[in-house]
């Protein structure tokens, strides 16, 4: 079993809809998590990292459930620019530091 | 500028050729790694280092060396490279000091093994 799984899509949604993607961890080392995006053969770019409380940036929520051991991101009145792969990332402790482990990423497509 | 400077950012050899993929930071991160991304199957890290002189396979390491004699340099080498490493391939690196610290990507190396 892979140790960070996401559903790969696509989610193909219109303009102005609410997404949500999630992304679960098997090791309970794990010590951070972030969401990052990837536009198409491009490099990921952070997006947010996720606090224990959740946090929010404009249309973007994460939210970390430690109990399930999971992720997820929640799309807000979703743009056009807003297609692209997200990618879960979880930094799992290991001999003292921490080795980021990717999820394979999940596709967004948001049509008109 | 912080950044991750990753050279050539195109590149078509032929197999058995060896090649370098150079990796650079500026911002003094302890960790780097370096990804191969392949359609469907998403990052898959090649190898990663801690820290100067440390360095370890990640998921894919066969057919791939790395060194990193400085902080801020860890190159890939293809020895003798095959048609199955065409890929797209990123170097990362990030910190060690808070658990909280993200990856920091290169733009990118396109290459094709024919």
């Known amino acids: 079993r892979k140790e960070v799984e996401q559903d790969p899509g696509p989610f193909n949604v219109p303009e102005g809809a609410t997404v949500a993607f999630n992304c679960t961890y098997s090791n309970s080392a794990s010590q951070s998590f972030f969401w990052y995006r990837q536009d198409c053969r491009k490099e990921p770019k952070l997006l947010m990292s996720?606090?224990?409380s959740g946090n929010e940036d404009g249309r973007f929520t994460a939210q970390l459930n430690r109990a399930s051991q999971y992720i997820s991101l929640l799309i807000r009145d979703s743009k056009l620019s807003d297609s692209a792969t997200y990618l879960c990332v979880v930094n799992i402790a290991s001999g003292g530091s921490y080795i980021p482990t990717f999820g394979r990423g999940t596709s967004l497509i948001v049509h008109p | 500028e912080a950044q991750v400077t990753q050279n050539p950012r195109y590149l078509i050899t032929v197999t058995g050729k060896k090649l370098t993929v150079t990796c650079s930071q500026n911002?003094?991160?302890?960790?780097m790694s370096w990804y191969r991304q392949d359609p469907g199957l998403g990052l898959r890290q090649i190898y990663y280092?801690?820290?100067?002189?440390?360095?370890d396979k990640g998921d894919v390491p066969e057919g791939y060396k790395v060194s990193r004699k400085e902080k801020r340099n860890f190159p890939l080498i293809l020895e003798s490279p095959s048609p199955n490493q065409t890929s797209l391939y990123f170097c990362?690196?990030?910190?060690?000091?808070?658990?909280?610290?993200?990856?920091?990507f290169g733009n990118g190396t396109r290459l094709t093994v024919t």
């Open positions: 911002m003094n991160h302890e960790y």
């Open positions: 996720v606090y224990s």
């Open positions: 280092s801690m820290n100067v002189e440390v360095t």
């Open positions: 990362a690196s990030s910190s060690w000091g808070p658990p909280n610290s993200p990856l920091h």
